[in-house]
């Protein structure tokens, strides 16, 4: 099968762009005109209609993503657009291109995703790996694929025992190692390397330590809440001791910050964190060399070292934290900026903090996935694995 996906500038096309120009500020960098070519008029109405509907700015991005590769997916597997609702052969056509057995393979081409759909994503680089894709992407894909159906009005066939049969046998067939996002942790001793680094008084080394600091003192906020957080979530608070049980202990600043609707929150919750001592002075000083009274509290600052009015992106702050992980002399493949929630909770776990206690400053609300990083601690620093030394 020779489809290829449609190219640029038709006047279909152009209407879908200019359409799509009031999700600038949600869509992928760059992404714009690419998924007017592969989204129907439909899908870009679906887009909008979401948008209006306040669905949030980083749930959206990874809908239209999705909705993208989907459409390609499709296109380059069937010739044809993306059907809705999805018949379930379809659905089952999906999981076995992205969840096969690498083995077999080597004995049956024919098994996993055809070299000629595999070769059409490559070309519009949305393929970047040889090998199966990992579980987690094919079931926010389906998610995505089932989100979408349910916007549109209709019923689609992914609870069908059929199509969950097989998702549980192609993860299985894969036999893919669990991964985390960030392949260490970035805990203390690590943070204080990378603090070292944006000691300076430079504008760019103000905001960086204000925003690892932040991050990290706040329970480890992820990386699109760090990206989106406001002057407005910020809340002076009275010092506090710096030991509770010691009334003569020194008092220390203390800000509240108000999380509004995150992963694992909604908008109508009451969840906030607290900031106590360095994190809030590092974070008032950058507020003030800035200049920033109102609106997004991290924002870009240009070669020049001038303040830009928008706010950082969530891949922003990765890339921040990895050119502070690469200036520290660390391996910057090794961290991610969720290294900073695991870290949070590896080092309150190293601590003896009590787990109900990091939990409410983290906000995670699995105990089962927080107690991952307390378990891990507890191994490394007990004597189990120390018999023979």
Known sequence: ????????????????????????????????????????DDDVE?????????LGENSLRALASDLGYLEAWCRAATGSSLPWPAPEPLLLKFVAHHLWDAVRRETDPAHGMPEDVAAILRDADLLRIDGPHAP????????????????????????????????KLAVRATARPRTRKSRKAVTADVLSALLQ????????????????????????????????????????????HADP?????????CLSIHLGRTKTTDSDDEASV?????????????????????????????????????ALTPQAVNLILKRRVAAAGL????????????????????????LPEAMQQSQHKSIAQASRYYNDAERQLGRAARLIL
């Open 1 to 40: 099968m020779d489809v290829r996906l449609p190219k640029p500038a038709s006047d279909e096309t152009l209407r879908r762009a200019e359409a799509l120009d009031a999700l600038d500020a949600v869509l992928p960098f760059g992404r714009r005109d690419f998924l007017a070519e592969i989204l129907t």
């Open 136 to 167: 987690n992407t094919v079931r926010r894909r389906l998610s995505s694929w089932s989100t979408l159906t349910a916007w549109r009005g209709l019923k689609g066939k992914f609870n069908a025992p059929g199509l969950r049969s097989a998702l």
């Open 46 to 54: 679906t887009l909008r209609h979401l948008a209006r509907e306040g």
């Open 245 to 253: 049980k010691e009334l003569d202990a020194p008092r220390l600043p």
């Open 197 to 240: 680094t944006c000691a300076g008084e430079r504008l760019v080394d103000v905001r960086d330590r204000a925003l690892l600091l932040v991050a990290f003192a706040s329970g480890g906020r992820r990386r699109s809440e760090v990206a989106s957080l406001r002057v407005e979530q910020l809340i002076e608070q009275d010092p506090v």
């Open 274 to 310: 607290l900031l106590i001592g360095r994190p809030v002075a590092a974070l008032k000083e950058w507020l003030e060399r800035a200049r920033i009274v109102e609106g997004a509290v991290f924002r870009g600052i240009d070669r020049w070292g001038h303040l830009e009015r928008r």
């Open 331 to 354: 391996d910057p493949t090794l961290f991610s900026a969720h290294g900073l929630r695991s870290g949070y909770l590896t080092e309150t776990a190293r601590r003896g903090i009590p």
